[in-house]
């Protein structure tokens, strides 16, 4: 298995992400950036979230892939290149590879480059035909891809994490990829759907609170890169379906006032005041097909489960 890196140091991911909390902690409305969610303890608590009832787009994602890659396979007849998107543990695409005939390359980009490089070493011992090409790099940020990848390619990008940027990011992060998989390629991307507010509100209020740990990890987490004091205890989980702008947000709410340490600043708190952590914005498949079309994307196929409660579509460039 060959590897390619665009990895920033240690001290360069410090320094960043130190410059993101600091930017966002000391706006009137303090935010932070969801994809500080994901250290290694974050990681596990999505996966625990994957595994929960209430959190119905994992699994309802998982039941449709292997319909999706059946269909795909009748259209992919030529030679194909996958390059995938926050690959993660490599899960989803096995169910792709499973069906797919001509794909000669596939390509996980992930920021976890360690957890990346094993799921990698595994996923070519199952698959010796392919050329598994691992890059560690944030995929939210713009990079040509190797030029030693010729074929046309087919994106892929599922989970919804589409739903975590906001419809301007995410107009940007597809005009960015249309861009670098170049003419003639395909993406297929998952998105969650529009629905009842009192599913989407269960499926980000479960009742063993493992969304509510993965919520407050993300001061852990900025407590041991930027040495910060935060008690994770002091700030309470808050999540809610906002039906205007079609979106879950995840807050934090400060239980009482308090002044927080962050790389010698100090940040204050006032009781009953929060975070904005996450968005996660739910899509009709119309909606989705005009924000797609607006940064060059166009309608192939489009399958949905029979409650509706997941989308995934095949686009063309
Ligand atoms: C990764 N992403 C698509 C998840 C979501 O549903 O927006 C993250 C998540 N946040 C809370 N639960 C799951």
Known sequence: MQTSQFAVTEGDFRSLFIRDVLD???QPQKSLPSKYFYDSQG?????QICSL???YPYR???SMLPDVARDLN???QDPWEIVEFG???LVKIRLLLQQLDNIEHYVPIDIAGDHLRQASDRLQQEFPQLTVLPIEADFTQPAPLPETLPL???GFFPGSTIGNFSPEQAQFFLSNIRQSLGDHSRLLIGVDTKKDPSVLHNAYNDSMGVTAAFNRNILNHINRICGADFDPQAFAHYAFYNPVAGRIEMHLISTLAQQVSIDDQMIAFSEGENIHTENSYKYTPDEFLALAATSGWERERIWLDKA???SVFLLSA
Do not use: H, V, W
Not at 43 to 47: A, C, L, P, R
């Open 43 to 47: 990681s596990q608590y999505f996966d």
């Open 24 to 26: 966002g902690l000391q």
């Open 53 to 55: 009832n209430e959190y």
């Open 60 to 62: 309802t994602e998982l």
């Open 152 to 154: 046309p390619k087919l």
């Open 308 to 310: 509706q409660m997941f």
């Open 87 to 89: 690959a993660g543990s």
């Open 74 to 76: 009748s259209i992919l």
